[in-house]
Nanobody, 124 residues
Framework: QVQLVESGGGLVQAGGSLRLSCAASGRTFRWYVMGWFRQAPGKEREFVTAIRWTTGSTRYADSVKGRFTISRDNAKNTMLLQMNSLKPEDTAVYYC?????????????????WGQGTQVTVSS
């Protein structure tokens, strides 16, 4: 079993920055792929970025490339999402996810464990 707890959301003006954290616990999460997804009102959940904990390899959605950076802090068992140059269209509930995947999947159905989500609102 893996437990995930997000934090760090909030309200920011367009062009600003936020950093999200996902604290992970459980015996096996270090072998997993972990990712961030987001869901805006009335829209489907969409892939943002993913990282393989063991190697640090990453994948990004085109919409966030060059603006968002995913990383992990081994000492704190925490996955981070640094979001810069935020746009109003980045407004959504952001979820962290984890799963025993062989690839950095952008398919939410591939992930077994989810956090409760944290709201990010970007004002214009």
């Amino acid at each position: 079993q893996v437990q995930l707890v997000e934090s760090g959301g909030g309200l920011v003006q367009a062009g600003g920055s936020l950093r999200l954290s996902c604290a992970a616990s459980g015996r096996t999460f270090r072998w997993y792929v972990m990712g961030w997804f987001r869901q805006a009102p009335g829209k489907e959940r969409e892939f943002v970025t993913a990282i393989r904990w063991t190697t640090g390899s990453t994948r990004y959605a085109d919409s966030v490339k060059g603006r968002f950076t995913i990383s992990r802090d081994n000492a704190k068992n925490t996955m981070l999402l640094q979001m810069n140059s935020l746009k109003p269209e980045d407004t959504a509930v952001y979820y962290c996810a984890a799963g025993p995947l062989s690839a950095l999947s952008g398919n939410s159905e591939s992930y077994d464990y989810w956090g409760q989500g944290t709201q990010v609102t970007v004002s214009s």
